[in-house]
């Protein structure tokens, strides 16, 4: 397996990381008869601070695992790897590590910051390709 398809699989396994993270102190908070509804109502208690956080982290990391992996499947179907865009693919994830507890603690504005690196590296992915 390439470097990218590994990253991109590490990747897949810190999401489902991310949503233990988020869905545990979330049921804790809010109960079990709550996320286990449809959810049609707002819940009768709001969720802390850093749980909304991890929550929010977690939606992002959907959002930038798209870009991602449609950057590693151009990479991987073109034939296109190279140590660039293994390392632009490591940087992505390691930046996605970084930036759950910087979201989770509200640091501003690292967080921001380790956001645009792990954009960046995917951009330069897909530029990769195109060259």
Do not use: K
């Amino acid at each position: 397996m390439s470097i990218e398809l590994t990253v991109l699989t590490l990747a897949a396994l810190l999401q489902g990381l991310q949503f233990v993270l988020y869905a545990v102190p979330a049921n804790r908070e809010i109960g079990p008869g709550y996320t286990m509804s449809a959810r049609d109502r707002e819940p009768s208690r709001a969720l802390s601070d850093r749980t909304a956080r991890l929550g929010r982290a977690m939606d992002n990391h959907f959002e930038g695992l798209i870009l991602f992996g449609i950057a590693v499947g151009v990479i991987q179907m073109s034939g296109q790897n190279t140590a660039l865009t293994a390392a632009c693919a490591w940087v992505y994830l390691i930046a996605r590590i970084l930036y759950v507890p910087a979201y989770a603690m509200g640091l501003r504005p690292h967080r921001s910051i380790i956001w645009i690196i792990g954009f960046v590296a995917t951009m330069l992915m897909l530029l990769a390709a195109l060259v």
